[in-house]
């Protein structure tokens, strides 16, 4: 039985810049053997694609919606991506 690899974009809302956020997703997606990469948006939110297992990708995503200890997550958005062959996940600046 093939795993079905999905890619999600993810958009995190509230206090989550300044609470290595960043850093946190991106530790937890290589635990989850994710790849993609994650971001900080002008607006105050977090932005990630991420890409890999459904099941990997969904507690990813559960993951975001509690986020780090300081972190306090208000809204986390997902729309479907395109898969698109990354290799690693990682932080962009």
């Not at 991106?26 to 971001?39: I, S, T």
């Not at 932005?47 to 780090?68: H, K, N, Q």
């Amino acid at each position: 039985m093939t795993t079905k690899i999905i890619c999600k974009r993810i958009v995190v809302s509230g206090h989550v810049q300044g609470v290595w956020f960043r850093g946190s997703m991106q530790a937890e997606a290589q635990r989850l053997a994710l790849v993609g990469w994650v971001k900080n948006l002008p607006n105050g939110n977090v932005e990630a694609v991420v890409e890999g297992p459904c099941d990997s990708v969904s507690e990813l995503i559960r993951w975001c919606a509690v986020g780090p200890p300081a972190s306090r997550v208000m809204d986390v958005a997902t729309h479907d991506e395109p898969t698109s062959g990354l290799d690693e996940f990682s932080v962009r600046y």
